[in-house]
Nanobody, 115 residues
């Protein structure tokens, strides 16, 4: 079955960097666009970035220039490189894939940006 597993979250100081990973299994992830979302405490889940099956990338405005989405199709892994992190980036980050009109989500990885 489709499974997504995020990793790489943690505590980082403002201005720091983290790289999140989303390991996919149960399907050929290279065939599908994949996305990152995040949910800050007390807020709705928001879209962060999407990478197409051909590698084109799309970002929410507040992430442009700071975040980079990438994928390694051979390993079935998607990444989110996050630079210049701000306290407002604190959230649980989720990866998502839509397959046969069904949304699949990982369990999330927590990112805390604080001094």
């Amino acid at each position: 079955q489709v499974q997504l597993e995020e990793s790489g979250g943690g505590l980082v100081q403002p201005g720091g960097s983290l790289r999140l990973s989303c390991a996919a299994s149960g399907f050929v992830s290279s065939m599908y666009p994949m996305s990152w979302y995040r949910q800050a405490p007390g807020k709705e889940r928001d879209w962060v970035a999407t990478i197409s099956s051909l590698g084109s990338s799309y970002y929410a405005d507040s992430m442009k220039g700071r975040f980079t989405i990438a994928r390694d199709n051979a390993k079935n892994i998607m990444y989110l490189q996050m630079n210049s992190l701000k306290p407002e980036d604190t959230a649980v980050y989720y990866c998502k894939v839509v397959r046969a009109d069904i949304d699949y989500w990982g369990q999330g990885t927590r990112v805390t940006v604080s001094s």
